[in-house]
């Protein structure tokens, strides 16, 4: 059975008290847990992706989110890093970047994904944007390419600036793409 953690946009805009759009403390408050649980997917020898959105300040004005939100984890800024000791994750030999530009990986990326592992545990920032569309990405994936994998959300490794965004969407999850919350 192949495991991957993915790890989506822990990055210094959505988790720092000083980011662009940050889910502050409740983000912040993640930090180890996240950190715990991507140290036991290196401890069993498993894959880990971590997601990073990225954004262009030339293109912005053309971008779908500059409707919804102001720029932010724009490439080559502070703001794009990975926040915190979750940075060391990244020297993981089975640790993988991924760059996207919208709420969730590209479909050619989650494809991949999909033919290449079993059992998919998601967390990160913020629950009920980026966590959600990715997993529903990944679902309709599964779906249309007849997969059978387990999914499961780590609900204490996962936040956002919005309580019952965070509660709605692991709901959702968990009934409607039968996710296993944990």
Same mark, same amino acid.
């Given at each position: 059975?192949?495991?991957?953690?993915?790890?989506?946009?822990?990055?210094?805009?959505?988790?720092?008290?000083?980011?662009?759009?940050?889910?502050?403390?409740?983000?912040?408050?993640?930090?180890?847990?996240?950190?715990?649980?991507?140290?036991?997917?290196?401890?069993?020898?498993?894959?880990?992706?971590?997601?990073?959105?990225?954004?262009?300040?030339?293109?912005?004005?053309?971008?779908?989110?500059?409707?919804?939100?102001?720029?932010?984890?724009?490439?080559?800024?502070?703001?794009?890093?990975?926040?915190?000791?979750?940075? =060391?994750?990244?020297?993981?030999?089975?640790?993988?970047?991924?760059?996207?530009?919208?709420?969730?990986?590209?479909?050619?990326?989650?494809?991949?994904?999909?033919?290449?592992?079993?059992?998919? =545990?998601?967390?990160?920032?913020?629950?009920?944007?980026?966590?959600?569309?990715?997993?529903?990405?990944?679902?309709?994936?599964?779906?249309?390419?007849?997969?059978?994998?387990?999914?499961?959300?780590?609900?204490?490794?996962?936040?956002?600036?919005?309580?019952?965004?965070?509660?709605?969407?692991?709901?959702?999850?968990?009934?409607?793409?039968?996710?296993?919350?944990?």
């Amino acid at each position: 059975m192949n495991n991957l953690l993915i790890i989506i946009d822990y990055q210094y805009d959505f988790v720092a008290d000083d980011g662009l759009l940050t889910a502050g403390k409740k983000a912040q408050d993640i930090e180890n847990n996240i950190y715990n649980l991507a140290n036991e997917y290196i401890k069993n020898n498993s894959d880990i992706i971590f997601t990073l959105d990225t954004h262009i300040k030339e293109e912005w004005h053309i971008h779908p989110e500059s409707k919804s939100f102001n720029i932010h984890c724009e490439k080559g800024t502070k703001g794009h890093n990975p926040y915190g000791k979750l940075k =060391e994750t990244l020297s993981y030999k089975n640790c993988k970047i991924l760059e996207k530009k919208g709420y969730a990986p590209t479909i050619q990326d989650i494809e991949d994904i999909v033919n290449n592992y079993d059992n998919i =545990e998601l967390c990160g920032v913020v629950t009920d944007i980026c966590v959600l569309q990715t997993a529903i990405t990944i679902y309709n994936a599964c779906a249309n390419m007849g997969k059978n994998i387990n999914f499961k959300v780590n609900s204490n490794a996962c936040a956002s600036f919005n309580e019952n965004g965070h509660t709605s969407a692991l709901d959702y999850m968990k009934n409607i793409l039968g996710f296993k919350i944990i």
